[in-house]
């Protein structure tokens, strides 16, 4: 997300008359200031003496890291129920750990002793006050969250049949163990690497797990496993690379050391160690993951969801941890819990129409999802190419074919995503994302792809072809590149004032967050137990991009690819609303299965919004009479019983059943 940068101001070097020391200061008031600023949005609140201090001057607030740079604050036009203004500081990952200072100035009219202050100090910068803060960036925002305006909320029905679940081998849960695996620990950070020969790695491989059953040559002479059978490697598979690769937890083994202590009367002693392995080659391994599933309609049995989508969802305080919905029958007085969910990061390039929810359209899990949801063409010329699904590079990824053909500078390949009801908002800030690997077509200066969004409201110069707002250009003369870091000047070119896009994070969003939280498959095996290594360096995918951007309208959006030169590999596409460690997504939505009381039913619903440790924001949203069809009556299986009678349409009734 784009960062706001704080300034520092040269009056909080001058000398001043008063040094203000009491705790919560005399002048100024100052009050809720924590002892520690955590990940986003952090408060005080201020009260300034208007008996002490000149009535209508400003009060200059600085915050300074332990580098002493300023840290970025606003004084909001929010006043609490006791009249104190409140001051949101912004708290970031980057943001150096230590001790911050918090430094207030005013003009003062009175001394402490209540003596008017002299002539030479009237009417100026006279008084400070000063605490010292730790900022702990990695640590958890539990402030509480407070709103200044409410957020957009929109509910509408969708109805979605019950599909048939179906698996290529047909059970949901699969092995592997063809080919040879190479294991290497990773000389930097704290993943290991393992590649493969004789066989392929897939997507659905993805959060599975992987065993390979130890191996003695492994240890050095004199040294044996402190519990036989415990060598093992049991990995969680964190990562699918590409065909050929994927990333793992490193190996790691208990062993005792045996030497003889004194060579005369030949006693042993030992000593026990845990050790990396550093790598190994072999064939005896199996690989166990969910299979990716073949939806199949035709059940003609539905569920009726409530889609709900929220904007503006930007708190002056705090950060929105999770969302209750209540929902009642209009006209009935009470609402019921319908659902409690987590605030979700959602992939906004989703197809609403699908019978399956949150239906990505930038996860190219097969060509039927890039030939359906993305439209390719030629501009400028006219050539013959098509667009392929392909895993070599980056798994699950589109194949953007076809500039080696093109005969002119001014022509291009133009790939853009088609579904027409993909909204944002206006002053909502969003992030597209990508993972992207470029190769330079033999014969080619260099390879060269621009990126745009496009859109009814979107800007579209003619300059840039009409193709909507260009995010990002990305250009290099070599051969390929890998490291989004490796483009000619991609960290540089948006940091123009008239570009729409924030400086590109070259950095991955790892499965492994601060705090050792991890995502690990739930098993539930006899006598066996997942261990959960937390590595402090994980694994950065140097392929993925992040760009952010603030559209001045609403509008529907579409994500293009222009491509001048080069063979591009494209996968995981993302449009979320802009997120970062302790700050909250601007725009986000959620689905919840909804029961209706009746057929065609008018619903009221209602949002209440908690922090971290549940505590409940300022503000509850309602909205009221939407219309809902509800689910269908679909009655299956062979021991269903129904007694008594039954009246259907206009009287035809049915009895003895």
């Known amino acids: 997300m784009q960062r706001r940068i704080g300034k520092l101001s ?33 408060k005080f609140k201020v009260y300034g003496n208007d008996s002490i201090l000149l009535r ?41 750990p230590g001790l911050a200072k918090l430094s207030i100035m005013g003009v003062a009219t009175k001394r402490p002793n209540g003596n008017p202050v002299s002539n030479f100090w009237a009417d100026k910068y006279n008084v400070r006050w000063e605490r010292d803060i730790t900022i702990a960036p990695e640590q958890d925002n539990i402030e509480p969250v407070i709103f200044n305006k409410a957020p957009g909320v929109k509910v509408v029905e969708n109805i979605r049949e019950y599909l048939t679940q179906t698996y290529s081998t047909g059970l949901a849960t699969t092995t592997q163990s063809a080919g040879t695996i190479t294991y290497t620990k990773d000389a930097r950070g704290g993943d290991a690497t393992i590649t493969i020969a004789g066989a392929s790695f897939t997507e659905d491989m993805n959060l599975g797990q992987i ?7 492994l240890l050095s002479t004199n040294e044996n496993l402190i519990q036989a059978g415990s ?57 166990s993951f969910l299979q990716l599933a073949t939806y199949t309609a035709g059940t003609l049995n539905s569920q009726s969801f409530a889609n709900i989508t929220i904007k503006n969802l930007d708190p002056l305080v705090g950060k929105v941890h999770s969302i209750k919905t209540y929902m009642r029958s209009h006209g009935f007085n009470t609402y019921q819990l319908v659902g409690q969910d987590i ?5 906004l390039l989703t197809n609403l129409d699908s019978n399956l929810a949150y239906d990505r359209i930038g996860d190219y899990k097969s060509i039927e999802i890039i030939n359906e949801y993305w439209n390719s063409g030629s501009v400028g010329e006219s050539i ?5 699904h392909d895993d070599s590079e980056i798994i699950s990824a589109m194949k953007i074919n076809g500039a080696n053909s093109l005969t002119s500078d001014s022509s291009y390949i133009r790939v853009n995503s088609i579904p027409n009801n993909i909204e944002i908002f206006k002053e909502n800030e969003y992030e597209l994302s990508f993972k992207v690997v470029g190769e330079k077509n033999a014969g080619d200066i260099n390879m060269l792809m621009d990126v745009y969004i496009s859109g009814s409201n979107i800007a579209s110069p003619e300059l840039e072809g009409n193709n909507g707002t260009k ?16 483009f000619n000047g991609v960290t540089q070119q948006s940091r123009n004032t008239n570009s729409p896009v924030g400086v590109p994070a070259l950095r991955a969003r790892s499965s492994q967050t601060r705090g050792g939280r991890v995502t690990v498959p739930g098993g539930f095996q006899s006598n066996t137990v997942n261990t959960i290594q937390v590595s402090d360096n994980d694994y950065v995918d140097e392929r993925l991009l992040e760009l952010t951007f603030t559209p001045e309208n609403d509008t529907d959006i579409h ?25 909250t997504p601007n725009h986000t939505f959620i689905e919840i299965p909804i029961d209706v009381p009746r057929a065609e039913d008018i619903l009221d619903f209602k949002f209440e919004f908690y922090n971290e440790i549940g505590m409940q924001s300022n503000i509850t949203l309602v909205t009221e009479s939407v219309d809902f069809r509800g689910s269908n009556l679909y009655i299956s299986g062979n021991d269903n019983q129904l007694s008594g009678s039954v009246i259907v349409g206009n009287g035809i009734i049915f009895e003895g059943f």
């Open 471 to 486: 995010l990002v250009r990305l250009v290099s003369t070599a051969d390929k590149v890998s490291d989004v870091s490796l």
């Open 343 to 347: 605030l979700p990061e959602r992939d």
């Open 231 to 287: 060598g093992d490697y049991n990995s969680t598979i964190k990562s699918v690379v590409n065909s050929s690769t994927i990333k793992v937890q490193p190996y790691a083994i208990t062993t005792q050391i045996s030497e003889i202590g004194d060579r005369n009367s030949g006693t042993m002693f030992s000593t026990q160690q845990t050790r990396l392995i550093p790598n190994f080659t072999t064939t005896n391994y199996t690989a």
């Open 211 to 217: 065993t390979v059953p130890f191996n003695p040559a």
């Open 10 to 42: 040269p009056i909080f070097t001058d000398e001043v008359l008063i040094s203000d020391s009491q705790f919560n200061s005399r002048y100024f008031r100052v009050s809720e200031v924590p002892q520690i600023f955590t990940a986003g949005k952090n």
């Open 56 to 96: 209508n001057s400003r009060i200059a607030i600085q915050i300074t890291d332990v580098n002493g740079d300023p840290i970025y604050h606003q004084v909001n036009n929010y006043v609490d129920n006791s009249g104190n203004v409140i001051v949101t500081v912004f708290i970031y990952p980057e943001t150096p």
């Open 384 to 388: 013959s190419f098509t667009n392929t």
């Open 559 to 583: 994500v293009v690819f222009v491509v001048k030169r080069g063979t591009w590999y494209i996968s995981d596409v993302k449009l979320q609303g802009a997120r970062d460690l302790g700050f």
